[in-house]
């Protein structure tokens, strides 16, 4: 046998032995224990012998999801389990990291210690991953990234990763902006933003963020404040009351996602405020980013959050298209990129430009 006939012969066995039997796979003490109550009569004679489920050689694929903190991370999860099935021919090992790096690590030095066959990892933020990293690649076990980055220098601690253009996104929300509020005739320095921004360190953050900041800058808007809501409902609630204790001002609120909108139009309606576009009459208008969380879709639809840009989290079928190529020893890209639309209730924009790139706005409205 060849070093990696061996290898991985030893591999499968080695593996084999860590994983806890597969549900309907007959253990010898399983066997034994119907070979006793058949010849004492005891078990149901004749009774069909439950077809020993063949454990077929699946491909393990160990999943570090980051948390459970929002919708879209729901969806998320539900997508990347929807495609390694073992009708895939996949098993999938997934772990929750409560939105805390440490329990990410752990995970993945469970899944070498496991002997995966690949492992996906979903960072929380973007620094601090190089050890664990190493250690899966001196393990031999191929890391493809999924949403957010990672932050190194050495780019063989991973080998594909899938996700959204984070930037575009904020650069596509914050030329919605500009587009709508210069058709409305309102003047750039009569807006007065605040930003309600993701978990600090995310690449979903730095990258709305920036793409705001650029635009206020490039603008003359009036940037009152950046504060994180963690890309929760209750944290963007917390917030946001906090910024209207601080501000009379505020005439946009810029939402990192859907979870802390939806938190912070409860702060602006319990304070007596209005949202919706309608700035000249004192309304607060909201942008959002995700577009998967059903409560927001129907504010957009309603006009209460003007503009939603789409943060695509089904990034199953893609991962999966990763996954199949690697293991036909094919090398896949590098980048896979999410298709993302633009939401919103308002007629005013029919489309926004970023870097000479035009991205229609999809409308939805109430029915
Ligand atoms: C974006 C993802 C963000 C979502 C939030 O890809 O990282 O994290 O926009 C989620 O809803 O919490
Ligand atoms: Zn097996």
């Given at each position: 046998m060849t070093f990696t006939e061996v290898y991985t012969d030893r591999k499968n066995r080695s593996r084999q032995a860590k994983?806890?039997?597969?549900?309907g796979t007959f253990t010898a003490a399983g066997f034994l224990c119907a070979l006793l109550l058949a010849l004492t009569g005891?078990?149901?004679?004749?009774?069909?012998?439950?077809?020993?489920?063949?454990?077929?050689?699946y491909t393990v694929v160990g999943f570090s999801q980051l948390?459970?903190?929002?919708d879209w991370r729901s969806s998320n999860t539900e997508s990347i389990q929807s495609v390694f099935t073992e009708e895939n021919g996949y098993e999938l090992i997934y772990e929750n990291g409560q939105q805390k790096q440490s329990n990410q690590i752990t995970a993945i030095r469970t899944f070498i210690q496991q002997e995966v066959d690949y492992i996906v990892l979903a960072p929380v933020t973007e620094v601090g991953w190089d050890t664990v990293l190493q250690e899966a690649r001196d393990a031999r076990i191929p890391v493809i990234l999924i949403d957010r980055r990672v932050d190194t220098g050495d780019s063989t601690l991973y080998t594909a990763w899938v996700g959204s253009n984070f930037y575009l996104e904020g650069c596509k929300a914050a030329a919605w902006l500009q587009s709508f509020t210069e058709k409305a005739g309102i003047a750039a320095e009569d807006l007065h933003i605040v930003n309600i921004q993701g978990t600090i360190g995310a690449t979903a953050q730095i990258g709305r963020t920036r793409g705001l900041r650029e635009a206020c800058e490039r603008n003359g808007w009036d940037l009152l404040e950046e504060i994180s809501g963690d890309f929760t409902q209750t944290k963007g609630k917390e917030v946001m009351e906090s910024l209207l204790r601080k501000y009379d001002n505020i005439n946009v609120v810029y939402c990192e996602n859907d979870n802390e909108a939806l938190g912070a139009i409860e702060a602006l309606e319990a304070a007596g405020l209005a949202v919706g576009s309608d700035l000249a009459a004192g309304e607060i208008m909201v942008i959002s980013f995700d577009g998967i969380n059903q409560a927001a879709v129907e504010y957009l639809k309603k006009g209460k959050i003007s503009c939603i840009v789409e943060c695509n989290p089904l990034q199953g079928p893609k991962l999966l298209e990763v996954i199949e190529q690697l293991k036909k020893g094919e090398t896949p890209p590098r980048y896979s990129y999410m298709e993302e639309k633009i939401f919103s209730?308002?007629?005013?924009?029919l489309d926004v430009e970023v870097d000479g790139n035009k991205y229609p706005v999809t409308f939805m409205w109430e029915e």
């Open positions: 994983r806890p039997p597969r549900r005891l078990g149901g004679c004749g009774k069909e012998e439950e077809e020993a489920e063949t454990d077929t050689d948390g459970a903190e929002s209730a308002n007629r005013s924009v």
